[in-house]
């Protein structure tokens, strides 16, 4: 295994991720943001950032799988989210749950951060997704 994910004893409790993420490997990925757009460019859920958020985490998954990894690999999942308030909890919480178990996705989720943008390099873009892991 490359990744092991813990929570020290201390660190705040529940979450539904871990707070650390400690890699084994020679192979870094470092992933650029993954946005709502098609593999021909096109704009994928917009106006729906339940949507945007499982399309960002498939596009995610396809570069992992193209680097030979899996989200069992992954050591932070970093998200810039539009206008970000806790009103939209629920709409991120149900974007993760729509791809959950199809992703085989972590549980708890390996770090992720979670940070408030005014806006994304595009009108249409709700959500951002920056992705590292590690192989052996």
Do not use: N
Not at 8 to 27: C, D, K, L, N
């Amino acid at each position: 295994m490359t990744v092991e994910l813990i929570t020290p004893e201390g660190m705040f409790q529940p979450v539904p991720y871990h707070h650390v993420a400690i890699g084994t490997g020679s192979r870094l990925i470092q992933m650029a943001g993954q946005v709502a757009r098609d593999g021909a460019g096109g704009h994928v859920a917009t106006g729906d950032l339940a949507g945007q958020i499982a399309h960002v985490l498939r596009s995610a998954g396809r570069g992992l799988a193209g680097a030979g990894a899996t989200f069992a690999d992954v050591t932070r999942l970093r998200f810039y989210i539009v206008d970000w308030s806790p009103a939209k909890s629920a709409a991120f919480g149900a974007g993760l749950a729509a791809v959950a178990a199809e992703l085989a996705l972590p549980e708890p989720l390996p770090p992720i951060t979670l940070i408030g943008v005014q806006a994304l390099f595009e009108p249409d873009a709700l959500v951002e997704l920056e992705v590292d892991a590690v192989l052996a």
